[in-house]
C-alpha cells in the first residue's frame, strides 16, 4: 500500500520565518511528487517533481525531491500571514502498469503564521 | 472552464438514508477521483477511474459506499446506508493525460446526525 507521511503535522510560526516542511513516501513504482496548499476550501496544485535534486520554485515557496532517500521538503521563505494553510504532499504510482497512476496524499501540515 | 463542479455543497442526513453526492469534472479529464477528507485520517482516496472506468477502489470503506461515472462528465458517490462516521468532506479532482496534477472541486460537506 503506498504511503505518504508529513512532518510536522503542524507549526506555528511569526511573519518573516522560514520555515521547511517533510514528505516521506514509500510508493509502487514512483512516477511523480506533488505539493498542494489547502486553505479553507479545495487543495490547490503548487509543485511537480519528478526528478532529484532539481529545485523548483515560485516567488517565496521552493521544492526539491530526493528519489533516493524518497522524501521531499518544501520551503517557504518571508513567511506572511496568508501563508498559512494546510500543505499537502502527494505521489503519483503507477499502479498496475498503466499509465494513470492513483494519486495518495498525505495527513498534511498546518501552518499558522501570526502577524 | 468552470472547474470541476461537485453537487451538493453541504448535506445534512440522518442516520440510515442514502446519500448521492455528483460531480462534473473538467471537459477532456479522463480521470477522475474521489476523495474523503477529516481531521483525523487527512485526505483518503476512495476509487479513481480512468477514461470512465473504475481503476482502483481499494479505498472504498465498505459496502455501504458505491460510486459510478456513466460518462466523461459526470460521476457520483453514493452512500447507502449513512452512518454518523461518514460525516466529512468529500472531494471530487480531475485530470488528463500527461498531466499528474489534479483539480479539485469544492468539496461536499456532509453531516449524518
Known amino acids: 500500500e503506498d504511503k505518504v507521511v508529513q512532518s510536522p503535522l503542524s507549526l506555528v510560526v511569526h511573519e518573516g520565518d522560514t520555515v521547511t516542511l517533510n514528505c516521506s513516501y514509500e510508493?509502487?513504482?514512483?512516477?511523480?511528487l506533488l505539493w498542494y496548499k489547502q486553505e479553507k476550501k479545495a487543495p490547490t496544485f503548487l509543485f511537480m517533481l519528478?526528478?532529484?535534486?532539481i529545485e523548483k520554485k515560485s516567488g517565496r515557496l521552493s521544492s526539491i525531491l530526493d528519489k533516493k532517500e524518497l522524501f521531499s521538503i518544501l520551503n517557504i521563505t518571508a513567511t506572511q500571514t496568508g501563508d498559512s494553510a494546510v500543505y499537502l504532499c502527494?505521489?503519483?504510482?503507477?499502479?498496475?502498469?498503466?499509465?494513470?497512476?492513483?494519486?495518495?496524499f498525505g495527513q498534511g501540515t498546518i501552518l499558522t503564521v501570526h502577524p | 472552464d468552470a472547474g470541476v463542479i461537485q453537487s451538493p455543497r453541504h448535506e445534512v442526513t440522518e442516520m440510515g438514508q442514502e446519500v448521492t453526492l455528483r460531480c462534473k469534472p473538467i471537459?477532456?479529464?479522463?480521470?477522475l477521483f474521489w476523495y474523503r477528507q477529516t481531521m483525523m485520517r487527512g485526505l483518503e482516496l476512495l476509487i479513481y477511474?480512468?477514461?470512465?472506468?473504475?481503476?482502483?477502489d481499494s479505498g472504498m470503506p465498505e459496502d455501504r459506499f458505491s460510486a459510478k461515472m456513466p460518462n466523461a462528465s459526470f460521476s457520483t458517490l453514493k452512500i447507502q446506508p449513512s452512518e454518523p462516521r461518514d460525516s466529512a468532506v468529500y472531494f471530487c479532482?480531475?485530470?488528463?493525460?500527461?498531466?499528474?496534477?489534479?483539480?479539485f472541486g469544492q468539496g461536499t460537506r456532509l453531516t449524518v446526525v
Open positions: 479532482a480531475s485530470r488528463t493525460t500527461g498531466f499528474p496534477e489534479a483539480f
Open positions: 477511474f480512468n477514461n470512465n472506468v473504475p481503476i482502483d
Open positions: 471537459s477532456g479529464h479522463n480521470s
Open positions: 519528478t526528478s532529484s535534486g
Open positions: 502527494a505521489t503519483e504510482g503507477n499502479a498496475g502498469g498503466t499509465s494513470y497512476g492513483k494519486l495518495t
Open positions: 510508493v509502487t513504482n514512483f512516477r511523480s
